[in-house]
């Protein structure tokens, strides 16, 4: 199973990215998709999720600004984030669960986001 995101990188405030993840040897349509962040010394904590139909979850902070969307025929999953703030800045990894088995979780190595002027 491998989980494998790209599209971090440095952003101005104000400024938009766009995260992919493609995922291989999983069944990806039973599997809700999320992405997490992380910053030094922090939880990691869930941004947004999605399940297979589309229905998606988001934090406070993000929402109104960032967008979860899925493409379950290329088994990828992508985060839209627009208005960037640098308290956006962190490591942002791919998340997928099994709906079957709560235990069956994977994730991705993570890409570096930096909002900063």
């Known amino acids: 199973v491998q989980l494998v995101e790209s599209g971090g990188g440095l952003v101005q405030p104000g400024g938009s990215l766009r995260l992919s993840c493609t995922a291989s040897?999983?069944?990806?349509?039973?599997?809700?998709m999320g992405w997490y962040r992380q910053t030094p010394g922090k939880q990691r904590e869930l941004v947004a999720n999605i399940a297979s139909g589309g229905s998606a979850n988001y934090i406070d902070s993000v929402k109104g600004r960032f967008s979860i969307s899925r493409d379950n025929a290329r088994n990828m999953v992508y985060l839209q984030m627009n208005s960037l703030k640098p308290e956006d800045t962190a490591v942002y990894f791919c998340?997928?669960?099994?709906?079957?088995?709560?235990?069956?979780?994977?994730w991705g190595q993570g890409t570096q986001v930096t909002v900063s002027s």
């Open positions: 040897g999983i069944a990806f349509s039973v599997y809700i």
């Open positions: 998340h997928a669960a099994s709906i079957f088995n709560t235990r069956d979780t994977y």
